[in-house]
T-cell receptor, first 110, second 115 residues
């Protein structure tokens, strides 16, 4: 069983709509969670992190964390064509290692 | 801003060659990591290092070794390259683990092709 699970997509989203990405993890002791964006052929870049239950907003992005359900999500509001990318969910263990999901591909259609 | 650089963006090698991939970070980070990324498999950790001359195996260390002689530099070595090591290789660095809100910062990646 994979430790971090994401739907691979592609997730097709009309321009201006909300994209909703989900991630589940298996290690109940995980403390911090990260969302990366990766454009094709490029390296991952950090969008945001969250470590407390609830919502955290940063511009058009909102991360949601529910530790009881071992679930973290990312919402992208007012989706733009430039948001088309693969989004990686990562969970940090006590050694500082990140466990990555395989990523969800998002395609924003004009 | 954190800067992580890798020695090559693209590399083509032949089966059996010894391959060196270099990574340098300029933020005095203690932790450094090597991943490979393949379609459908995501990022997989090869090796990591918490300090100079320290190394730990990740999830897929077979066929690889590493070297960390200086804090800022972490090298990945393919002792005898094989075609199944064709992949995108990503280096990352981060501050110590106790700062759990700190994440890893990635270099631009090296796309290695082994013929």
């Amino acid at each position: 069983q994979k430790e971090v699970e994401q739907n691979s997509g592609p997730l097709s989203v009309p321009e201006g709509a909300i994209a909703s990405l989900n991630c589940t993890y298996s290690d109940r002791g995980s403390q911090s969670f990260f969302w990366y964006r990766q454009y094709s052929g490029k390296s991952p870049e950090l969008i945001m992190f969250i470590y407390s239950n609830g919502d955290k907003e940063d511009g058009r992005f909102t991360a949601q964390l529910n530790k009881a359900s071992q679930y973290v999500s990312l919402l992208i509001r007012d989706s733009q064509p430039s948001d088309s990318a693969t989004y990686l969910c990562a969970v940090k263990d006590s050694w500082g290692k990140l466990q990555f999901g395989a990523g969800t591909q998002v395609v924003v259609t004009p | 801003d954190v800067k992580v650089t890798q020695s090559s963006r693209y590399l083509v090698k032949r089966t059996g060659e010894k391959v060196f991939l270099e990574c340098v970070q300029d933020m005095d980070h203690e932790n450094m990591f090597w991943y490979r990324q393949d379609p459908g498999l995501g990022l997989r950790l090869i090796y990591f290092s918490y300090d100079v001359k320290m190394k730990e195996k990740g999830d897929i260390p077979e066929g690889y070794s590493v070297s960390r002689e200086k804090k800022e530099r972490f090298s990945l070595i393919l002792e005898s390259a094989s075609t199944n090591q064709t992949s995108m290789y990503l280096c990352a660095s981060s501050p110590p683990a106790e700062r759990f809100t700190d994440t890893q910062y990635f270099g631009p990646g090296t796309r290695l092709t082994v013929l």
